[in-house]
């Protein structure tokens, strides 16, 4: 049973580039959340997909934003990156959009911005 | 607003001895507390929830609604312990997408 893939592992792009990370889910889950942890601190939702809708959101940018494809895989895209964009980018998946449903995390895409 | 704190960044004991993660959070309705554990070179897994009321490896959480904590405690710790612990927190009414605390990095020597 796969869990949760993210891809690419590792990515280096300079300031004012885009970025777009992806994120295949656990077999079954339907819920894709993405996370952003900068080093020493706990990951920071960014946000959540459900039904190919954005259904929560965390406190960044605009500069941020997602899909959720039919097959409930996800991307995060990136917009004019800055320095402080660099970090590990976690995608978790789950079952269901509700209270209490755990997470499932993928490896993470490890951004490095120049 | 939801938020969870863990005061310590580091936790060094040696094997056999007792341990206790500290978390604490805020919010005012009914949460929902987890632990999660990242160890070396593996992706961040579910530890425990609260709910649940079980000891996995040997780790057990008790939610104190009045000191607002839910510390994570194991009796004799094993080097195998030695890994990253979060907290997070899902809530009622507010937000249900979890909330970590910064993590507490446990070390346990032989």
């Known amino acids: 049973d796969a869990g949760v893939t993210q891809s690419p592992t590792h990515l280096i792009k300079t300031r004012g580039q885009q970025v777009t990370l992806r994120c295949s889910p656990k077999?079954?889950?339907?819920?894709v959340s993405w996370y952003q942890q900068a080093l020493g601190q706990g990951p920071q939702f960014i946000f959540q997909y459900y039904e190919e809708e954005e259904r929560q959101r965390g406190n960044f940018p605009d500069r941020f934003s997602g899909h959720q494809f039919p097959n409930y895989s996800s991307e995060l895209n990136v917009n004019a990156l800055l320095l402080g964009d660099s970090a590990l980018y976690l995608c978790?998946?789950?079952?269901?959009?509700?209270?209490?449903?755990?997470?499932?995390f993928g490896n993470g895409t490890r951004l490095t911005v120049t | 607003a939801q938020r969870v704190t863990q005061p310590e960044k580091l936790l060094s004991v040696f094997k056999g001895a007792p341990v206790e993660l500290k978390c604490n959070y805020s919010?005012?309705?009914?949460?929902?507390l987890f632990w999660y554990v990242q160890y070396s070179r593996q992706r961040l897994q579910l530890l425990l929830r609260?709910?649940s009321r079980e000891s996995i490896k040997g780790f057990t959480a008790d939610l104190n609604k009045g000191e607002t904590s839910f510390h994570l405690k194991k009796p004799f710790a094993q080097e195998e312990d030695s890994a990253m612990y979060y907290c997070?927190?899902?809530?009622?009414?507010?937000?249900?997408?979890?909330?970590f605390g910064r993590g507490t990095s446990l070390i346990v020597h032989p």
């Open positions: 978790a998946s789950s079952l269901g959009p509700t209270l209490g449903s755990p997470l499932h």
């Open positions: 919010y005012s309705g009914s949460p929902e």
């Open positions: 609260h709910i």
């Open positions: 077999s079954g889950h339907d819920t």
């Open positions: 997070a927190l899902s809530g009622m009414g507010g937000s249900y997408i979890p909330t």
